[in-house]
Structures are given as structure tokens and as C-alpha cells.
């Protein structure tokens, strides 16, 4: 794995707190290997070349030491916007955990985004985090069957795997959940896909999900899309239709958006699962002292 250079690593959100309570962004790796096909980061205006490729951060945790130490304030920092901070590649180069121990080490809050039931191996160190402050731990799940996540998501562990390490992380105390994005138009967006997952989170005992019925396509991103419908979706003419229903726009939303919400959310409300980014972010800060924070019932 090569390394790329970098003079910061734990950087300010332009907009603090508005990201499940999310102050501090931190992206130890740049590229993912897990190849999921609708992946927003290839487009060209993150100037990622060679994304599949995984370069590590020169000096990685000599930089995040120094950013932490030099934060006048604590607060949350989040991993995995940009890159999943468990890329196999983290099972040997240890940067993920070793990051969560300076986090840990300088009583700063995380959450962390994920694909990888990896994070099962840091349980210790987030449990030692959420003794002083927040953690929320959100794993990406969008196809119910291993077999739909096999054509999604082909290197990234199975969603079974990822259930499995939902059910691990909130046995041990720690707050997790789902993010359920993004939801393919015409091949993740049917109601037995929405309702399966739901059930299943409920299952492993998730205390959230978090959705978007939709996903985002633009120039690279969507070149890249494409291509791998025809490779992995070969009988279902799904290019004509996303075409004919999105052209050129950014944002593609599910023409079932609407009714997907509505079963989505009334199978949450039964099954007691949050899925409102407010009600999610109080949740998993509640007892660490921060007093604006009051969760809607």
C-alpha cells in the first residue's frame, strides 16, 4: 500500500453538528477497495485517480496526534466520509485503531461509518471511548440478500456479516446502527428489500436506521455506474430507464421514494427503531452533557 502526503488529517466540518453531531472529519485513507458500484467518491471533483486503489496517509498518526492536540475544543470526530476506515487493508496496517486510541487518549467523541464487520475487532477502544464521550457506530447495509449486496457491493463484506457485527457492537454496549443509503433506484428500492433490512436490524438489536432512497450520479461516478449495470444487471435494460427517468441530474431519487418512506417509517415506529437524524444524534449523545440536546418522542 502506498502513501500519499497530507499536512492535516483531522480537519473542521464546515458545518459542525449537523451530521449525526459530527464536529471533526477524519479520512486516514484515500480510494476503497470494496467496490461497490454506485460509489459518489469517483466523481472527478474529489480528484481521486485510481479510486479502488488504497493509499495510506503519509505520517498518519504523528499528523491526527498533532491536529487532536492542537483542537481548542473536543467534540466528535467522524470517519468514513470519503473512505472506509475498514478497507482490509486497515486488518494488518492498524491506522484505524491505532487513530481511535489517540481519540480515545484525547477524550475526543467518534462516529464512525463503515462496511466492514472489521470494526468488530476495536470494541475495546470504542467501549473505552464511550465512557467519556459519544460514539456512534453506522454500518452501511442497503441490500437485505447476500446475494443483491454481491452484485453492489462485491468486495465488501456480506450484509449478513454486517447484521452479525450490528448485533456484536450492541450487545457490548455500544450504540449502532444502520445507514441505509445509498437505495438503487429499480433494483434496491422495493418494499421487500426496505422491510427486510428493517426487520433484520431489528433483530441484531440496531438503534438506528438512517436513510436515502436514492443515490447520486455524476460524470466518472456515472460512467462507472453504468458500466457495471450492464456487466451485472445484463437482462434488465436498466440504462434506458435511469436515463429516461434522470438524464444529466445529479440527484436520483426513487420514483417509489414516497411510499418507501412511508412503510419505512411505520415499520421503525412498531419495531421502536430511531431513523430521524435529530432523534439519532440526541440519542447517542444523551449523558455526555450537552444540554440543547432533547430527543423527540
Known sequence: ?????????????????????????????????????????????????????????????????????????KGVVGMGAMSDPYNPQEEHALLTRHALELIDAFEFGVTIATKSDLILRDMDILQSIARHSPVLLKITITAAEDSLCGKVEPHAPASSLRFEAIRRLSEAGLFAGILLMPVLPFIEDTDENILAIVEKAAQAGARFIYPAFGMTLRDRQRDYYYGKL?????????????????????????????????????????????????????????????PQLTLQI
Request: glycine letters at 6%; a positive charge; hydrophobic letters at 30%.
Open 1 to 73: 500500500m502506498d502513501s500519499i502526503p497530507a499536512k492535516h488529517i483531522v480537519t473542521n466540518r464546515k458545518t459542525p453538528g449537523q451530521w449525526f453531531g459530527t464536529d471533526f472529519n477524519m479520512n486516514i485513507y484515500r480510494g476503497c477497495s470494496h467496490g461497490c458500484i454506485y460509489c459518489d467518491s469517483r466523481s472527478a471533483c474529489y480528484g481521486i485517480e485510481d479510486f479502488d486503489t488504497v493509499h495510506a496517509k503519509e505520517d498518519a498518526l504523528r499528523i491526527i496526534r498533532d491536529d487532536l492536540r492542537r483542537k481548542t475544543k
Open 230 to 290: 450492464i456487466e451485472r444487471f445484463p437482462q434488465e435494460r436498466l440504462i434506458a430507464r435511469y436515463q429516461a427517468r434522470y438524464g444529466s441530474s445529479y440527484m436520483c431519487t426513487s420514483p417509489r421514494a414516497q411510499h418507501l418512506w412511508e412503510i419505512f417509517a411505520q415499520s421503525c415506529r412498531e419495531k421502536k427503531i430511531l431513523y430521524d437524524m435529530k432523534d439519532i444524534t440526541c440519542a447517542y449523545k444523551r449523558g455526555y452533557g450537552d
